[in-house]
Every structure is written in C-alpha cells, then in structure tokens.
C-alpha cells in the first residue's frame, strides 16, 4: 500500500483480522502487526506457535526475525504488562502520567 494513505492502518489490521479469525481471543490477540499469542502450557504454545506461523507463511505475511520475541513469560503489550500473574499496566505510562505538569490556569 503506498504511503501516505490515511486507511492503511486500518485495512492492513482489518487484513489480519480475517487472516487471524479463527484464532483470535483464543490464542491470538493481534493490533495491527503486533501478534500476541498465549498459551497455559508449553506444549500449547509450541502448537500455537505453529498455527500462528504457518498462518502468516499461507497469507505471505513476513515477520522481520530481529522485532520477534519468543518464549517470554512476562510481555509488554499496548501499554500493559502480561504475564502469568496477571495484566497490570505498564509502570513506564503510569509515571509518565504522574509526572505531568499540574495546569496553572482554568482554561
């Protein structure tokens, strides 16, 4: 899609979404081209591993290998902290909020 094209975004996530439907709030949460999948178990994981890669490979959807992580237990994720304990948000954006400069004026 050329640049400078206001719905890119928004086709190229509606393009994953349909490519990742069966998946999605199963194993699979998808926000344009971050792929999130989750699994309870290892031996799941490696299953959903698999679908999710031979997913992008029948579409022609490339990851760059140097942006992907694997095997993590803890991820950041739109601005939250996902790990087996839990979803919390991003410590980071919370001091970045707390940090803001208290208005001086009404308007």
Same mark, same amino acid.
């Given at each position: 899609?050329?640049?400078?094209?206001?719905?890119?975004?928004?086709?190229?996530?509606? +393009?994953?979404?349909?490519? &990742?439907?069966?998946?999605?709030?199963? *194993?699979?949460?998808?926000? #344009?081209?971050?792929?999130? @999948?989750?699994?309870?178990?290892?031996?799941?994981?490696?299953?959903?591993?698999?679908?999710?890669?031979?997913?992008?490979?029948?579409?022609?959807?490339?990851?760059? +290998?140097?942006?992907?992580? &694997?095997?993590?237990?803890?991820?950041? *994720?739109?601005?939250?902290? #996902?790990?087996?304990?839990? @979803?919390?948000?991003?410590?980071?954006?919370?001091?970045?909020?707390?940090?803001?400069?208290?208005?001086?004026?009404?308007?």
């Amino acid at each position: 899609m050329p640049f400078g094209l206001t719905n890119a975004p928004a086709a190229f996530m509606d +393009l994953m979404n349909r490519v &990742f439907r069966p998946f999605l709030d199963q *194993f699979v949460v998808v926000f #344009i081209d971050d792929i999130l @999948i989750y699994s309870k178990r290892e031996e799941e994981h490696a299953q959903h591993l698999e679908i999710v890669l031979q997913t992008l490979r029948k579409h022609k959807l490339y990851a760059k +290998l140097k942006k992907c992580d &694997f095997w993590l237990n803890k991820v950041t *994720f739109l601005g939250h902290i #996902i790990s087996g304990e839990g @979803i919390s948000p991003d410590p980071t954006k919370i001091q970045a909020i707390v940090d803001w400069k208290r208005p001086t004026t009404v308007t």
